[in-house]
């Protein structure tokens, strides 16, 4: 049993090594700053923005062309209507903003949806076997409270 924990344990340590290593030794990421959706549409105003990445329906991302900084924002969806997209298309055709972009809404796959369905059939099976099986008499006997196994012997 010992060397069990000691074989785990190894195996951990290689894969604690393994993530430390792709974290440090992989690509920085991005900052993305946080802003204000005011601050944004200040900058949209002022068009001081370069490009534009609609993530679901309230998210934006973008690039602000004199800092270089990239953003994020969420909008708050009666602001995403027709005064803001007017906005941003009319600064689209005059081409002060470069590039723009979406991301439609990730749906979860039929497997995730599907999951706690089978799992409940899963749960209500076993229920039903050990069930069953108490019943019958196997598994641990539990209907075989009254039976005794003593014998008689003869002197």
């Known amino acids: 049993m010992n ?25 920085p990421t991005e900052k993305v700053k946080e ?19 609609f993530i679901n329906e309230t998210a934006v991302e ?18 995403m209507g027709e005064k803001f997209s007017d906005e941003v298309l009319k600064q689209i055709k005059e081409g002060k903003i470069t590039s723009i972009g979406g991301e439609v809404k990730p749906s979860a796959p039929w ?5 706690p369905t089978l799992l409940l059939i899963f749960f209500i099976l076993i229920l039903w076997f050990v069930f ?3 019943s019958q008499g196997g ?5 075989n409270f009254g039976k005794s196994k003593a014998k008689v012997h003869k002197d």
């Open 3 to 27: 060397k069990f924990f000691k074989g785990i344990g190894f195996y951990l340590l290689i894969g604690i090594i393994i993530v430390g290593m792709v974290q440090f030794l992989g690509k």
């Open 35 to 53: 802003y204000e959706f005011s601050e944004v549409y200040r900058e949209l105003s002022d068009e001081n923005i370069s490009k534009l990445y």
């Open 62 to 79: 973008g690039t602000i062309k004199d800092k270089g900084t990239k953003f994020r924002t969420y909008m708050p969806e009666e602001v």
């Open 111 to 115: 497997f995730v949806e599907m999951l």
């Open 132 to 134: 069953m099986n108490q």
């Open 139 to 143: 598994g641990g006997k539990v209907m």
